[in-house]
T-cell receptor
Framework: EAQVTQNPRYLITVTGKKLTVTCSQN?????MSWYRQDPGLGLRQIYY???????DKGDVPEGYKVSRKEKRNFPLILESPSPNQTSLYFC???????????FGPGTRLLVL | AQKITQTQPGMFVQEKEAVTLDCTYDTSDPSYGLFWYKQPSSGEMIFLIY??????QNATEGRYSLNFQKARKSANLVISASQLGDSAMYFCAMREGMVIQGAQKLVFGQGTRLTINP
């Protein structure tokens, strides 16, 4: 089954404790992206990657890191999480020439 | 300025009625794409429908249609014969630029929460 998976789905952590949210897709998509969703703000792009070893900042990259060592994986790293990073996070992917992006199930993060 | 505006924070509709969710957009790029996504209470983002800026006809997907009025910069989602399962948050989104040039970022509106009453 073609899908985008994220882990963990739910995470409660404390300020300053490094964490990684994994994203994996099995559709051989070149393009992958991370968004965060906050009430009243819709979804905002954090980082994106056009292909392996090619990443760039989105609209709200502060406090986040990403890497793209393999085509299928695009982990989101929070080196020192803060409470304002409490949010619902989505990973998305698509072919580089395709219009439609497919979203993962989301990861709910609470930073205390 | 907001690139995507959804002016209806919430809507309540009787089952089997048609419903229109409003979306206006702002761009100066002649090439863009407009999307609608559904987010049920479980949280996932489900792609519903897509309209390209050069498409001559309004997009349709089953009970979903997109009323694309380019001059007015509006891309309203129409759901015909609404069902209880249509209750969800709905997001309008836009991609500016050409996909082949690597323009893939989606800009989202704030969303409209639709509730279908039995």
């Amino acid at each position: 089954e073609a899908q985008v998976t994220q882990n963990p789905r739910y995470l409660i952590t404390v300020t300053g404790k490094k964490l990684t949210v994994t994203c994996s897709q099995n559709m051989n998509h070149e393009y992958m992206s991370w968004y965060r969703q906050d009430p009243g703000l819709g979804l905002r792009q954090i980082y994106y990657s056009m292909n392996v070893e090619v990443t760039d900042k989105g609209d709200v990259p502060e406090g986040y890191k990403v890497s793209r060592k393999e085509k299928r994986n695009f982990p989101l790293i929070l080196e020192s999480p803060s409470p304002n990073q409490t949010s619902l996070y989505f990973c998305a992917s698509s072919y580089s020439t395709q219009e439609t992006q497919y979203f993962g199930p989301g990861t709910r993060l609470l930073v205390l | 300025a907001q690139k995507i505006t959804q002016t209806q924070p919430g809507m309540f509709v009787q089952e089997k009625e048609a419903v229109t969710l409003d979306c206006t957009y702002d761009t100066s790029d002649p090439s863009y794409g407009l999307f609608w996504y559904k987010q049920p209470s479980s949280g996932e983002m489900i792609f519903l429908i897509y309209q390209g800026s050069y498409d001559q006809q309004n997009a349709t997907e089953g009970r979903y249609s997109l009323n694309f009025q380019k001059a007015r910069k509006s891309a309203n989602l129409v759901i015909s014969a609404s069902q209880l399962g249509d209750s969800a948050m709905y997001f309008c989104a836009m991609r500016e630029g050409m996909v082949i040039q690597g323009a893939q970022k989606l800009v989202f509106g704030q969303g409209t929460r639709l509730t279908i009453n039995p």
